[in-house]
């Protein structure tokens, strides 16, 4: 039966897509640096670099690596960087190795690091200098050879001065790389590559691109294994997605989020690199006033974030004169798109927030809504061609349409298993191949689905289902409200009760304000019962609010 998904799909979006395009992520590459090779690749604090230099680069670092380290195909290499210059070209270089690229968020702690390092194998780690200390201090045990340390401005002097430390002004401490024993700087590095030359390696779809891993969220991080048959495919997925709406060559992506994240990494560094954008690279996102200033640069067609991001940037008084005309894509993932900002932002731009949802272990792209929906829907889109996604209950089996159940994805974006743990990988596949995801979900009769909440976020109120998702999107739409999360508390009437955690405009907003403007707009059980204001909420290092934290927190307080 042909999925009723497909009915609902924009005019020139097929219902499968060309996996046999390409045989890797190099492949591709490769493709877009001759057919691009005199447009603007990369812009990052005024700095250009093009596809020719991004393709000259790249065979250097690849060189090095081969020629010097000695890489064979499958080693992996470590990548720790904010957005920078210097990350598509270790990426990349990497990737036409022959190699695995391990991405590492460069706000690890030494704990943290240590843990993805050891579970990886990586022989080498590129680091940029500001975070040069965690490196020292977490590769001891590990099976890391050989240190690459880079600064901003090592490949393009434009960058060195003082826009560099503004840009990393949340950096402490600065280790010289000549402290870490048999550690070499980046740029000596690639002139000895140029000279050694690279062998091009040939890869193919079952070959590990990338061991993607995952926050930790449900306990120790793990290695989501993805193959380059698994990162071409998505690439595919959101190309005929876009391919409508947008121009090759002549796209301007803005790129907050870090790119070592699933998202960024194959929205931004990967599809639009498909099509010869450029991609302007934020390097620290949390400085609004300087984010905005470098929009303010730019005549941006295309911007993905979180909504802890486009809330934070409505709030300010600059973004908000700031020239729309050439945006044609905004697209949030990572976490829920609240209601109220979505529509603030299309009042603001003029165009809609499209939601879409996808996770580490699914490339991540799973659903995306129509580029050419009027308006914000409330739902994560349509699956994205060649994916099939079934709502199941907790044994196993296909709930009504329109009753809520876990969201199951199978198709060729859908990860090869966990880095060495078969156990995890079992209990997250199911035997017909469908990965379960933990989301619950409902989808309607035109093939949109809806994410309820995370399965292990719920709250049971007297035996009622409370979803955050639902009670955030609420809270939210109050006029004093800036950012909100729900958790569950203990309570000896109801078992759990609902907790906010808010962050307010200004003080003279009150808990009692908020519980009765809730009241008027939900069901009694799920009526917040407690309310805590908070300067700040814990965030992820894209900007995901940590509901987790939050909960720990009040169930330890409430003991």
């Known amino acids: 039966m042909e999925p009723i998904w497909l009915k609902s799909y924009p005019a020139g979006v097929p219902a499968q897509v060309d996996l046999d395009a390409y045989a890797s992520v190099v492949e591709v590459f490769e493709q877009s640096a001759v057919r691009f090779a005199d447009k603007i690749a990369y812009i990052n604090m005024g700095v250009r670099m093009s ?5 000259l680069l790249t065979r ?3 060189g090095y690596l081969q020629g010097e380290l000695g890489l064979m195909p499958g080693d992996r290499v470590a990548v720790m960087m904010p957005n920078c210059l210097q990350y598509p070209v270790a990426v990349f270089g990497t990737l036409r190795a022959g190699g695995v690229v391990v991405n590492c968020n460069p706000l690890y702690t030494v704990r943290e690091l240590h843990h993805q390092l050891k579970d990886s194998g990586a022989r080498t780690i590129v680091v940029l200098e500001n975070f040069a200390h965690t490196v020292q201090e977490a590769i001891a045990g590990t099976a890391v050879e050989k240190v690459i340390v880079t600064g901003l401005g090592d490949l393009f002097p434009g960058l060195k001065g003082g826009i560099v430390n503004l840009a990393l002004k949340y950096v402490k401490k600065m280790v010289p790389h000549w402290f870490i024993p048999g550690a070499v700087r980046i740029k000596p590095a690639l002139r000895r590559g140029m000279e050694t030359g690279f062998q091009p390696v040939s890869r193919t779809r079952d070959d590990i691109a990338f061991l993607q891993y995952t926050g930790g969220t449900t306990g120790v991080s793990k290695g989501a294994i993805l193959t380059h048959g698994n990162i071409v495919a998505n690439l595919q997925q959101a190309y005929t997605w876009l391919a409508p709406w947008v121009k090759e060559g002549e796209e301007l992506i803005v790129t907050a989020l ?4 699933i998202f960024s990494l194959t929205a931004n560094c ?3 690199m498909r099509i010869g954008a450029a991609n302007l690279l934020i390097t620290n996102p949390r400085d ?3 984010f905005v200033q470098e929009l303010s640069r730019y005549r941006f067609t295309a911007i993905t974030g979180v909504n802890t991001l486009f809330n934070a940037l409505l709030n300010n008084d600059d973004f908000r004169d700031l020239d729309f005309s050439s945006l044609k894509l905004t697209l949030g993932g990572g976490m829920a798109v609240q209601r109220a900002v979505a529509e603030r932002w299309q009042k603001l731009t003029g165009k809609p ?7 580490t272990e699914t490339s991540p792209a799973v659903t ?7 308006a914000y829907n409330g739902t994560i889109g349509l699956p994205v061609p060649s994916t099939e996604v079934s709502i199941r209950d907790d044994a196993g089996q296909e709930v009504p349409l329109g009753q809520p159940g876990e969201l199951c994805v199978r198709g060729p974006q859908v990860m090869a298993g966990y880095w060495q743990r078969p156990e995890e990988t079992r209990k997250v596949m199911t035997s017909d191949g469908f990965f379960c995801t933990g989301d619950v979900a409902v989808a309607d009769e035109k093939g949109f689905f809806r994410i309820v909440d995370r399965k292990k976020d719920m709250i049971l109120v007297s035996g009622f289902n409370v979803y955050p998702n639902e009670i955030e999107d609420v809270v939210a739409a109050h006029p004093d409200v ?3 999360a729900a958790v569950g508390v203990p309570d000896e009437k109801s078992g759990e009760a609902v907790k906010i955690f808010v962050v307010a405009r200004h003080g003279g907003l009150t808990d009692r304000a908020l519980i009765a403007f809730c009241r008027e707009r939900l069901t009694g059980y799920k009526v917040p019962s407690q309310v805590e204001f908070r300067e700040e909420l814990p965030k992820t290092n894209v900007g995901k609010i940590l509901r987790r934290s939050l909960r720990d927190e009040a169930r330890a307080a409430a003991r």
């Not at 596809?51 to 393709?55: A, K, N, P």
């Not at 870090?258 to 994240?261: A, E, F, K, V």
């Not at 995306?368 to 009027?374: S, T, V």
């Open 482 to 484: 800036l950012e909100v």
């Open 353 to 359: 927030l499209l939601e879409a949802y996808g996770l």
């Open 288 to 290: 609004i006033p300087g």
């Open 270 to 272: 990967l599809t639009f």
């Open 258 to 261: 870090p790119l070592y994240h």
């Open 51 to 55: 596809y020719r230099e991004l393709d």
């Open 368 to 374: 995306i809504n129509p580029l050419d929906l009027p």
């Open 60 to 62: 250097s670092f690849a």
